[in-house]
């Protein structure tokens, strides 16, 4: 497709699918159960439209993704976005990576950091505790983890709880699967007359 | 559901922290306490990704056999025994269970080659994947249902394997 983005961008593209979303009209009771449990209820978009395909999935995925990326306590927010960021950038899913960034800079109420992720990659340099989360999800995406022992002792010496790292793990390895999904069964593509 | 009770019985059962070589005390173990629900639902959703009720074109077998090849190109060797009790349990045989060897291609069939060339290249390097991808799946005769329950597949082993890996380094570190 001559519009699918390539490179990083916080702003949200469209996702076009590549395989076709169930028909929101002809979906079985099961398939509705399923969006039932969709964060956003009033309208489906077409990449959980597009899971539905595998209902069963995307039932245990749907509040195992909300508890991973917004249950209370441990890793903030905002850090759980960059864990997100992380294995975006390694698995190179432009779609996740520009909502997740823009999430992040929301939260943060600034660009610059993701600015210089989007500019440097894997290798960019943020304030030392954002630089340890970062650099240890972008390992953890590797094939196979390329994650250390001594990436760990980074994390702990940036003052992260055990809670704090567990929800690291989590969002960040969250993203292997998300990435994984929107990057192969869609392409994120420019919004048409949107500056 | 008494958390206490049900953790007890996830430290006792679950892969991950198995495999992971979590302590049943100790910090870690305090902080996946926290988080009993993400790891019961990561359960729910190896079962539903392995041994799902309406499978489509991919058996329990050729899911099995294709979790442990995941598995293998992750070095992961204790999940890769984990899922082989999966596929003797589905009396996998023949390609079914040849798919488990990463140097197997396919032997000539068309869809196992294709159900080969997107679980390899989506595990190990997805950001190399292009629209063809895709369209190679669907040349081959695999259904746009079937495509979503592969690529589901390989995408959760993705998140089994990096959270296997991640509690054993928090474990290792403590």
């Known amino acids: ?195 | 559901m008494d958390a206490r009770t049900d953790m007890g019985v996830i430290f006792e059962n679950d892969v991950i922290l198995r495999l992971a070589g979590i302590a049943s005390e100790g910090a870690v173990a305090a902080a996946l306490k926290g988080r009993a629900d993400v790891v019961a639902m990561t359960g729910q959703a190896a079962a539903a990704s392995l041994l799902p009720e309406e499978p489509g074109c991919l058996s329990h077998g050729e899911r099995a056999a294709l979790a442990v090849r995941v598995a293998r190109l992750h070095e992961e060797a204790g999940l890769a025994a984990h899922y082989e009790v999966l596929m003797k349990r589905a009396a996998a045989r023949g390609a079914t269970a040849a798919l488990a060897d990463p140097t197997f291609k396919g032997g000539g069939d068309a869809r196992l080659a294709a159900l080969i060339a997107y679980t390899d290249r989506v595990a190990l390097a997805p950001k190399d994947t292009v629209a063809g991808d895709i369209e190679a799946l669907q040349a081959a005769g695999i259904a746009d249902a079937d495509i979503v329950r592969l690529a589901e597949l390989v995408a959760f082993l993705a998140y089994q394997l990096r959270v296997i890996a991640g509690l054993r380094l928090m474990q290792a570190t403590t």
Not at chain 1, 65 to 81: K, Q, S, T, V, W
Not at chain 1, 82 to 105: D, E, F, K
Not at chain 1, 152 to 159: C, P, Q, S
Request: charged share 25%; proline share 5%.
């Open chain 1, 1 to 195: 497709m001559s519009g699918t983005l390539h490179a990083f961008t916080t702003e949200i593209p469209h996702w076009q699918p590549r395989v076709k979303p169930i028909d929101l009209t002809k979906a079985s009771p099961a398939q509705r159960d399923a969006l039932k449990v969709t964060p956003s209820n009033t309208k489906v978009s077409d990449y959980v439209l597009v899971l539905a395909n595998d209902v069963e999935t995307l039932k245990a995925r749907t509040p195992l993704f909300n508890a991973i990326m917004y249950n209370r306590g441990g890793l903030g927010r905002a850090e759980r976005e960059l864990g997100a960021v992380g294995a975006s950038v390694v698995n190179r899913c432009i779609y996740c990576a520009a909502v997740h960034a823009s999430r992040y800079n929301q939260m943060t109420k600034g660009e610059a950091e993701m600015s210089r992720v989007f500019a440097d990659g894997e290798a960019a340099e943020l304030a030392p505790r954002q630089t340890a989360i970062f650099r240890f999800a972008t390992r953890l995406s590797k094939t196979p983890s390329q994650a250390t022992e001594a990436d760990m002792r980074v994390l702990r010496d940036a003052g992260l709880s055990d809670e704090e790292i567990l929800d690291l793990i989590l969002s960040a390895a969250l993203f292997g699967w998300a990435n994984r999904l929107m990057h192969t069964l869609g392409d994120p593509v420019a919004r048409e007359g949107e500056a």
